[in-house]
T-cell receptor
Framework: DGGITQSPKYLFRKEGQNVTLSCEQNLNHDAMYWYRQDPGQGLRLIYYSQIVNDFQKGDIAEGYSVSREKKESFPLTVTSAQKNPTAFYLC???????????FGDGTRLSIL | RKEVEQDPGPFNVPEGATVAFNCTYSNSASQSFFWYRQDCRKEPKLLMSVYSSGNEDGRFTAQLNRASQYISLLIRDSKLSDSATYLCGQGDAGNMLTFGGGTRLMVKP
């Protein structure tokens, strides 16, 4: 089935550690996005990529990094510079233009 | 980027009721709007896309009011299973979505 797969579902980070969240899609979508959601809040854009080998910062990029080496994959690294990483991380993709974004089932990140 | 605002609720309604909530936006140039449903601790799922004045899908109707810059979602004959948070998203020319904070709906028996 076509879709967006995020892994792992739950992740724990130790102090000073970098962790990488995986996002893979087989929908042949050009655009991919990473959002952060805190409890009871809306979605905030971290990074986005509209084409392979290109990505742009969103509203809250500090402490995060991404890569887009393949169309299907858009991993997010939460670096040790992100001092408050505990949140629900959502990856999305779309065909671009005015088309809606479709979401993966998310990764919950907590600090140990 | 421009703002999108929603009443966080919760909207508490009895089963069978009709409920409506609004989403106001500030980017008047936007041509696309979306309503997503998000269950507790789950990902948002697309409920409806709106590209013109509105859209209807069964019990759900979205209406766009460009003059007043808001989009509404109307749910008729509410079911217990409609209980969720409803997120409004506004698209821009760069294929970016700006989301509101969501409106929580609780349908009671």
């Amino acid at each position: 089935d076509g879709g967006i797969t995020q892994s792992p579902k739950y992740l724990f980070r130790k102090e000073g550690q970098n962790v990488t969240l995986s996002c893979e899609q087989n929908l042949n979508h050009d655009a991919m996005y990473w959002y952060r959601q805190d409890p009871g809040q809306g979605l905030r854009l971290i990074y986005y990529s509209q084409i392979v080998n290109d990505f742009q910062k969103g509203d809250i990029a500090e402490g995060y990094s991404v890569s887009r080496e393949k169309k299907e994959s858009f991993p997010l690294t939460v670096t040790s510079a992100q001092k408050n990483p505990t949140a629900f991380y959502l990856c999305a993709s779309s065909t671009g233009g005015d088309q809606p974004q479709h979401f993966g089932d998310g990764t919950r990140l907590s600090i140990l | 980027r421009k703002e999108v605002e929603q009443d966080p609720g919760p909207f508490n309604v009895p089963e069978g009721a009709t409920v409506a909530f609004n989403c106001t936006y500030s980017n008047s140039a936007s041509q696309s709007f979306f309503w997503y449903r998000q269950d507790c601790r789950k990902e948002p799922k697309l409920l409806m896309s709106v590209y013109s004045s509105g859209n209807e899908d069964g019990r759900f109707t979205a209406q766009l009011n460009r003059a007043s810059q808001y989009i509404s979602l109307l749910i008729r004959d509410s079911k217990l299973s409609d209980s969720a948070t409803y997120l409004c998203g506004q698209g821009d020319a760069g294929n970016m979505l700006t989301f509101g904070g969501g409106t929580r709906l609780m349908v009671k028996p």
